[in-house]
Structures are given as structure tokens and as C-alpha cells.
């Protein structure tokens, strides 16, 4: 059993992870509520980022113990050596698929920018890994290893940022913008931070209306969700029961705005009590935690039992996106944090503490998992850019090319509305 941390109104509130004491203390009273947060951590780093003004200098300075050794991997109360083995297959792809994008940008073959999800492998792969066939993703631009677990290969994604004629939007779009709604229940990423939380709420809700409940996950940062359509999206869901699984990916930076200066709670899983729903911690560069935090949260979805806020704490280990060198941020973070490297732990995992793979057998699927790689990269290369006439075809699909149709079942006419107290005639309550 994960450990139960309780969230109290503290008056004596501990050092934050963020680094702050509340602004104002609350005196203890008999009154005094306890919420309760499961943390799947091992570890609870304790630092803080501070800003320091010196004239029109802006620098951080990282204050906290960084000496910590680098915990174990928490056995997973699921996953078994295939599928283990599955996922640290997805994590080796995602990263050497986002070095190859790398260097094609280097060469000029990239049109536009490139967006990376270094050491956020084990959260995009194992969250993914926990949806099932009739599930949907909604995907933010750091979770190409989601995108990979979903079915797209490496070849698409690869292409897609060359803007070649092959690639999912055939050229018309050269970013992570695309999905596939019609096989793979991919909503392609929208940009304005917040937004896919109410569409994925609304795509649970209407698998609702169709007779079933299903799992929609979605991402959002620790940046995103300060924005009010979080609020507005999340409490639709948690008020209708919907499916949403939400990953809170707390990675420290947005942009260059360090997490201590977006938020005053201490763990953005907290939110989840306002929201009346459930709030859960993970590593989020532990694999098996990421997973366990997913399937539970994707079993509550599938059960018609509403909304789970998962926090996932890490570390951006890049700039925003290609252009940003992340000169803003400490030095000493960075060393921290790499020793957390989502993949190494996962392999020193899986071949030391699991023996699950020897040693010439992980040798052999990282060079299984690069052969792969680079196939698809020579292919994406060497495939054509689009033809100038083609260029107003339809980015996500043409009108004519797949009939919208429900997909799991016949919506239901007559309608129950729910005898809650608070909902109106608005608030339609299936199940
Ligand atoms: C509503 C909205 N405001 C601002 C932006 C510009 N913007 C794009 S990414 C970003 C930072 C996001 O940080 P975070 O949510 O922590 O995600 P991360 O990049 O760390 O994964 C900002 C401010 C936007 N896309 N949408
Ligand atoms: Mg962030």
C-alpha cells in the first residue's frame, strides 16, 4: 500500500517542496478537516527555486538539500516483466526519436521548432501505456512517447515535423498539432494551455451519452494550470462523473517562470480537493509509479466513478523548446536531476535489481530499438515534401475521407437526470 499523505490547513506547515512556508498561518482549531493525498513517492525532494534581483539582472538560485541519494524504482503493483520490458522499450524510442528530431533541425530539415520531453519519458510511456483500445489521449506537446505508445511511429512524428507529403497532417501542419479520431482516439495537441482538459471531458461525456464509460487522459503543466479552463474543464468532469485522467506534469519550469513563483500550494495535487475528486503524487521519472497512479485513475474512469488528478513531479531537462538554451536555470538542478534519469533507473531496474534483462539483452534492444529508428529516420528523409496544389486540402482530414459516426453505440434518447441536489436540468447525469 502507497503511503497516505494528510493535507491539513497546517499552522505549522513543513519546508514546501517548493521551498515556502504559507504567507499566513492559520491557527489549529477543533474544526479543522483532513483531506487526504496518496504520494507513491520514495523520495520528497526539498528545495526551492528563488528569484534574485540584481539592478535589471534576473538570475534563480536553487537553495535545498541536492545531496540526496537517488531513490529505487517502487515495484509496481501491476506490471508484470513484459510489460516492463514494453515500456522501457517506449521510453528508449521516445528519446532517440527526439535526438534524431534534434538533428534534423541541426541540418535545416525541420520546418518550425522542436519541442522535447527530456526525462519526461517514464510519464508520457507508462501513462499511455495504461489506456486501452477504446480509451482516448489527448496529448500535450511534451508527450511524444505517448503518441508513440498510441500507435504512431516514430517514421509519422519524425515526418510530420519536416512537414513531409506522408506525414499526419500530409505537410499542411509542421508541428505536434495532429491526432487520429477515427483509429487510434487521438486528440491532436491544441496549444492554448488548458484547452484539451474540457474537450476530453466532453469526449467522456460522450461515450457516456453512447452507454459507456471510458478513460480520457489528458496533460497539462505546472505553468498550464494556472489557467481558469483547467478549473472550468476539471470541475465539468468532476461534477458529471466523466472519465478525465489528468496528469499534472509538474516538470518546475514554465518557460522560464520557476514552479515556486506559478503556485502557493505545496503539491499541485492538492487542487484535487477542491475539486472534490481524488489527488495522487508519483515520481514522474518512475515508471512503475506513473503506471500504477495511470491504471488506477483509468479503472476509476471505466467504472463511471469521475475525474483523478494525477501530479507527476520531475524536471524539464531542456529549454522550453529548441531555441531556448535554459540558461536561467541552476546548474545544480540539472546535475540533481539527471542522476534521476527516467531511462538509466529503469535499466539499472530491470537488469540489476529485476534481472529481467541481461546485460548482452538490453545491449540488444537498445540496438533493436535504434535499427528501428533509423529506418523510419532515413525513410522520413527521403520522403517527398507536398505538391503545391495540395496545399488546401484539410490539415486534420478531408470531409469526404471517414463517415463520424458514434463508436460505442447508439446515443440514448431518454435521458435520467440525476436527483443530486445541486444539478439543473443542464447538468445531465447518465450512467
Ligand atoms: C493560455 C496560454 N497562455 C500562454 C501560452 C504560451 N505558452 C506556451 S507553453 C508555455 C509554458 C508552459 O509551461 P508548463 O505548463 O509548465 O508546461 P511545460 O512547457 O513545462 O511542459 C506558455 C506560457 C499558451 N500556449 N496558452
Ligand atoms: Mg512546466
Known sequence: MAKKKKVVPKAHAPHSSNGRSPRTPLSPSRSQRTYTILDYRLEKPSFAIRQILKGDEVRYEVTGDLSAPVPPIRESKYLDKKQCLE????????????????????????????????????????????????????????????????GFSARDIMMQYMAKAGSPTKGRDASSHFGDIEKRNVVSPISTLGDLIPVLAGVALGARLQGRNIAAMTYIGDGGQSTGV?????????????????????????YSTPADMQFRVKDLAERAIAYGIPGVIVDGTDACQVYDAAHEACERARRGEGPTLIEAKMMRMKGHAIH????????????????????????????????????????????????????????AVASPMPESESAA??????????????????????????????????????K
Not at 535554459?326 to 538542478?333: N, S
Not at 537488469?351 to 525513410?379: G, M, Q
Open 87 to 150: 515500456i522501457y522499450r517506449w521510453m528508449l524510442l521516445n528519446r532517440k526519436m527526439e535526438t534524431a528530431t534534434e538533428n534534423l533541425y541541426k541540418q535545416s530539415k525541420v520546418v518550425g521548432g522542436v519541442y522535447f520531453g527530456l526525462g519526461q519519458e517514464a510519464c508520457s510511456c507508462a501513462s499511455a501505456y495504461a489506456l486501452e483500445k477504446d480509451d482516448w489521449l489527448g496529448p500535450m506537446i511534451r508527450n511524444q512517447g505517448s503518441l508513440l505508445v498510441r
Open 230 to 254: 483547467t478549473y472550468e474543464g476539471l470541475n465539468f468532469a468532476a461534477v458529471q462523473d466523466l472519465g478525465l485522467v489528468l496528469f499534472v506534469e509538474n516538470n518546475l519550469w514554465a
Open 324 to 379: 531556448d538554451a535554459a540558461e536561467y536555470v541552476p546548474k545544480p538542478l540539472f546535475e540533481y536531476w539527471r542522476k534521476r534519469d527516467c531511462i538509466t533507473r529503469f535499466e539499472n531496474y530491470l537488469v540489476n535489481v529485476k534481472k529481467w534483462l541481461s546485460s548482452h539483452e538490453n545491449e540488444k534492444l537498445i540496438a533493436d530499438v535504434e535499427r528501428e529508428l533509423e529506418t523510419d529516420r532515413d525513410f
Open 393 to 430: 486540402g484539410g490539415v486534420y482530414c478531408d470531409p469526404s475521407c471517414h463517415e463520424i459516426r458514434p463508436k460505442y453505440g447508439v446515443p440514448k434518447t431518454s435521458i435520467k437526470v440525476s436527483s443530486r441536489p445541486k444539478q439543473t436540468s443542464a447538468a445531465v447525469h447518465l
